[in-house]
């Protein structure tokens, strides 16, 4: 059989572009077999049938100096001929094309080998070729899976007496140390040692030795486990190979008791955005793993976070089906969400520590702001946001509330694409003749939790817009005549009724001639558009209301003009490259760029 179109792309990169940390390949596989061995030993507690399969679990590494040969063998589920096919010949995940273009773009996927889910294909950065041996538990037929990671595979029928899998590693010259027992021991002890089954090395008329403690690392002391050992076992949960940001290690007793070792990774997923994105906590029973599929075990917002969860009070034999109606897990949810709050706001008192967190992690977690009613506010006082106040870096909710004015108490914000564009707004002008304090928002979802939060400890939240306070300034300059500024104002809306509703003066304005709004209680210009570039159809277009400045002295010289029927034209042009500016500050596209280009050129060329 052929290999899919992406694991040959997959392939041809593994073989002949990671050449460095090869022992990558060794700890994968050793994941892989443990994994099997769980989900053994989880089909064994609702198959009564699995039961005598699923005994006396151990992985088995085998050296062969002289022929230069590995072996690596388990006794979990065993694949079948299907399954050797989807899991072996295809890669079922869409993040495939992701990780063919991340090592195109960073020259290395050591890091991201296993959080692709293509952990096996590792092998072949040591081996010429490989053979697998595999019988599905429960099943009569055993089969052999063959390929030297060029083009395609062989499938045929076999003999193998256990369930089970072993694959066997045909060395490359300049690998044979993977043969090299004291080599291997020291790969299982430094990366492998958290495996939760004996890995025996089976060292031929030497015996065998278990290589790794064999325990499962949450069920430790948290004095007897070093920083590296943290470190990977984060790497076999996550199948991640960056840094953890975050360890937490606890155990919680009361009405319901569980152990909980979660990491917050130290760079964001390949799939953090994907829609049908796994949650990232595995449960397990007394040690027993149960499922990594647990949808009310953490919010959505931090699927993020990696990690364990073990719990003795769980029944042992409950179904994946069950656990999502099991009250227990509410508990253990809320219980988890509480101490990671709580972990993440000691952590935000240090500044430049947290900021490294928040410029990866920051989006998603907002979203709890919006779904998450009972930690709303916990979860708002951890969000980091640009303002008005500074260009350099993020504020917090509480760090706003301590700069209010007392007679203001309100926290203003205006949403956007880009901060740098968002600071230039108009909209912002008498805002900051005021001295008043704006957050800019440029996330999709702050449009949202902006919308539901309402008010932050008693102060309230409003768009720029909704301000109900005195923005006049003081002015240096005169103001356009009402009566010419009213005939300016039938001109600029007769000439724009495709486009606004109306055309109104403004006082919030101060160096700009116009802005652009929409109608009070409307969905805004950056929400309507974003619906628009997901495709998204809207109900009701906000209707834009284009706001001009009287005291600007292009508006007063257009007013003058406004009674002078042969200005007519002129205004009329003017008035919609006052549009075109406007929409240009808002991040809006221009309806008519041609126009826009001929008439700035026109009026550049007059000025000379």
């Known amino acids: ?71 690596i063998a388990d006794n979990g589920i065993g694949m079948n001929k299907d399954d050797l096919i989807n899991h072996l010949g295809t890669i079922a995940k869409s993040g495939t094309s ?40 429960g099943e009569d037929q055993a089969w052999s899976w063959k390929s030297e990671g060029i083009g395609g595979f062989d499938i045929k029928e076999a003999e193998k007496q256990a369930n089970g899998t072993e694959i066997k590693l045909y060395l490359k010259e300049e690998d044979k140390d993977f043969t090299d027992s004291i080599y291997l021991r020291h790969i299982i002890r430094t990366y492998s040692d958290h495996i939760n089954y004996p890995i025996v090395l089976n060292l031929g008329e030497m015996g065998e030795e278990t290589a790794n403690t064999a325990s499962a690392l949450w069920t430790r002391n948290k004095a007897e486990i070093t920083s590296e050992q943290y470190k990977e076992f984060y790497h076999h949960v996550s199948r991640n190979f960056d840094e953890p940001w975050m360890t937490m290690h606890f155990k919680a007793e009361g009405s319901i008791e569980y152990t909980g070792l979660l990491y917050i990774p130290g760079q964001a997923p390949y799939d953090l955005f994907q829609p049908d994105v796994k949650q990232g906590l595995k449960l397990y029973v007394n040690k027993v793993f149960i499922s990594d599929k647990v949808e009310g075990l953490i919010p959505h917002y931090m699927r993020f976070v990696k990690g364990v969860v073990d719990s003795s009070d769980l029944p042992l034999n409950i179904s994946r089906e069950m656990l999502q109606q099991n009250a227990l897990i509410a508990k253990i949810k809320n219980g988890i969400v509480t101490r990671i709050l709580k972990e993440l706001k000691k952590r935000s008192e240090k500044h430049d520590d947290y900021m490294e967190f928040w410029k990866i992690f920051g989006t998603v977690l907002k979203e709890g702001i919006y779904e998450d009613l009972t930690n709303r506010e916990e979860v708002a006082a951890l969000a980091r946001f640009y303002s008005t106040k500074y260009s350099d870096k993020m504020v917090s909710l509480d760090e706003y509330i301590e700069r209010i004015k007392a007679d203001e108490k309100v926290i203003y914000y205006i949403t956007g694409d880009d901060v740098k564009v968002l600071n230039n707004n108009p909209q912002l002008e008498a805002f900051r003749e005021k001295d008043i304090e704006v957050l800019l928002l440029t996330d999709p979802i702050d449009e949202f939790w902006t919308q539901v939060l309402g008010s932050y400890k008693g102060t309230a939240i409003k768009h720029i817009s909704a301000a109900k306070i005195d ?64 495709q998204q159809k809207t109900t009701f277009a906000s209707t834009r209301i284009l706001e001009i400045n009287p005291y600007h002295p292009l508006v007063i010289k257009l007013s003058e003009l406004a009674e002078d029927e042969k200005s007519k034209a002129k205004i009329e042009d003017v008035t919609k490259i006052l549009l075109d500016q406007a929409k240009i500050a808002e991040g809006e596209a221009i309806t008519d760029p041609s126009f826009f280009a001929s008439k700035l050129s026109e009026y550049i060329l007059s000025s000379f």
């Open 1 to 71: 059989m052929k290999f899919k179109a992406e694991v040959a792309k997959l392939l041809d990169l593994v073989v002949n572009s990671l050449y460095s940390e090869k022992h990558v390949f060794l700890r994968e596989l050793i994941s892989n077999a443990s994994d099997a061995c769980d989900k053994l030993k989880y089909m064994a507690l609702i198959d009564p049938d699995m039961a005598k399969a699923a005994k006396d679990f151990k992985i088995t590494i085998t050296p062969d100096a002289k022929e230069n040969i590995l072996i």
């Open 471 to 534: 923005l006049d300034v003081e002015r240096k300059g005169k103001k356009a005549e009402e009566a010419k500024l009213t005939k300016l104002k039938e001109i600029m809306t007769e000439t724009l009724k495709d486009e606004v509703g109306s055309v109104v003066e403004t006082e919030k304005l101060t160096s700009s001639p116009a802005s652009l709004t929409v109608e009070a209680g409307q969905m805004s210009i950056h929400l309507e558009r974003l619906m628009k570039n997901h």
């Open 98 to 137: 992701d990780f063919v273009n991340n090592v195109k773009d960073n020259g290395s996927a050591v890091d991201l080998i296993g959080q692709f889910g293509v952990g096996f294909y590792s092998a072949f950065m040591v081996a010429n070729k490989v053979e697998i041996m595999t019988k599905k538990a």
